[in-house]
């Protein structure tokens, strides 16, 4: 794993894009709780308040982050949701699930100020799933750019080539707290099922 040593002071944030193929463009595949939520959209003035605008999904890839205490246990967790969001201290801020693809600039943005976390965290990591009503084929160049925002500083940009394998998530990186600064290590490791509820004993073996 290469790592890269950052000061606590310093607001860093991941930004995912990525594009849909040609084949899932023509033939989406959204799941039955999608297709409802779709025509929602589509057909009601509530249902677009609801749930925002109406957008045709290709390929969904999901930026989150899990953070952990020195024994493990998962003690908050940022995903993607409708909107804006940001976790209970405002450390950690996603810019809201992109489902096409198709966003102007960056697909989905995940900004975490260091400085800001609870003292209790010392282990975050990075994780990019595929939305249960696609497939790894549906999307191509995926790729993950980490910034230093506070100096705006790119540290790097790398491609996750889902599209090559036959699973739906990765490991991408850990962030760890090491005296007065934060190690990035990256991981990327795929996987094929999604932590859920079981964030534990899922990321266990990448805490150590």
């Not at 894009?17 to 033939?27: L, M, P």
């Not at 999608?34 to 925002?52: D, H, P, V, Y």
């Not at 024994?71 to 909107?83: E, F, Q, R, W, Y």
């Not at 405002?90 to 810019?95: G, M, T």
Request: include cysteine.
């Amino acid at each position: 794993m290469t790592a890269i040593a950052i000061p606590t002071t310093k607001r860093v944030s991941f930004f995912l894009d990525w594009d849909a193929t040609e084949d899932a463009q023509k033939n989406r595949k959204p799941g039955l709780l999608k297709n409802i939520r779709s025509r929602l959209q589509q057909s009601s003035a509530l249902g677009e308040q609801l749930f925002g605008e109406y957008r045709d999904a290709a390929c969904d890839l999901d930026l989150c982050c899990y953070a952990f205490d020195a024994a493990g246990k998962c003690v908050d967790a940022i995903l993607p949701g409708i909107g804006r969001d940001v976790n209970e201290n405002q450390s950690i801020y996603h810019s809201g699930d992109e489902e096409t693809g198709k966003a102007a600039a960056i697909d989905e943005e995940l900004s975490i100020e260091l400085s800001k976390l609870a003292p209790s965290i010392v282990h975050l990591i990075i994780y990019v799933r595929i939305d249960n009503a696609f497939d790894p084929g549906d999307s191509a160049r995926a790729r993950m750019r980490m910034t230093n925002m506070t100096d705006n500083q790119n540290y790097f940009t790398k491609e996750i080539p889902f599209e090559e394998t036959d699973e739906t998530g990765q490991v991408f990186c850990r962030l760890s707290k090491v005296n007065d600064e934060w190690q990035y290590s990256f991981i990327g490791d795929y996987t094929f099922d999604h932590p859920d509820d079981n964030e534990d004993a899922y990321f266990a073996d990448y805490l150590a």
